[in-house]
């Protein structure tokens, strides 16, 4: 009875190099949510994403940051070019979304980002 | 947007009932109160949710006023495992397409 799965749990990456946060939502979940907290703050949505679809993408950064969730794998995180800005806990939740009660969003253990 | 209000930090002794306060008065008709926690810098926890119920379960309790305006939850006999962060988000019935986390309540439980 996995819970959702985030790889790599640690990442380091120099600048302008780029990063490929990856997770697995709990079995039979398929909406997946991506959260970045900062040193010192709290938890800020980024992307809620449906298989193959991108269903708000309000919180993503307009530039460098994009998500995927495609029919079969993981759903990924990208940055591109990545800055000492970047650093930060990525976590990823998913849930049922069955739209006729609660719907729960089970997080995972994160992915710690480090820019160099 | 936040839509509670928390305590910033708060201290309970090993084995007492930890009681965390929750503001909502602008809680909607279709939005649950729901509860979570990060201990340390670990991912979220679920603990609990409800709509106007109190509610329990193997981790807490839930106490909602009559009016919806504020809850508490009470972990009935706190260990320093449950050290951690307390946040209270509300989230419409449909499902939340982004959790709005805060601040939340510093919880640190003293031997």
């Known amino acids: 009875n996995a819970g959702v799965m985030q790889n790599p749990r640690h990442l380091v990456r120099r600048r302008g190099q780029e990063a490929r946060l990856r997770c697995s939502p709990m079995k039979g979940h398929s909406h997946v949510y991506w959260y970045r907290q900062l040193p010192e703050e709290g938890l800020k949505f980024m992307v809620y994403?449906?298989?193959?679809?991108?269903?708000?993408e309000s919180g993503m950064p307009k530039e460098r940051f994009s998500a995927e969730f495609p029919k079969e794998g993981p759903s990924i995180l990208r940055i591109q070019q990545v800055v000492r800005g970047d650093s930060a806990a990525y976590f990823c939740a998913s849930s049922l979304r069955t739209g006729r009660g609660t719907d729960t969003q089970y997080f995972g253990p994160g992915t710690r980002l480090t820019v160099l | 947007d936040a839509k509670t209000t928390q305590p910033t930090s708060m201290d309970c002794a090993e084995g007492r009932a930890a009681n965390l306060p929750c503001n909502h008065s602008t809680i909607s008709g279709n939005e649950y109160v729901y509860w979570y926690r990060q201990i340390h810098s670990q991912g979220p926890q679920y603990i609990i949710h409800?709509?106007?119920n109190n509610e329990t379960n193997e981790m807490a309790s839930l106490i909602i006023t009559e009016d919806r305006k504020s809850s508490t939850l009470i972990l009935p006999h706190a260990t320093l495992r449950d050290t951690a962060v307390y946040y209270c988000i509300v989230s419409p019935l449909t499902g939340a397409n982004n959790l709005f986390f805060g601040t939340g309540t510093r919880l640190t439980v003293i031997p």
């Open positions: 409800g709509l106007k």
């Open positions: 994403l449906q298989k193959e679809n991108i269903i708000d």
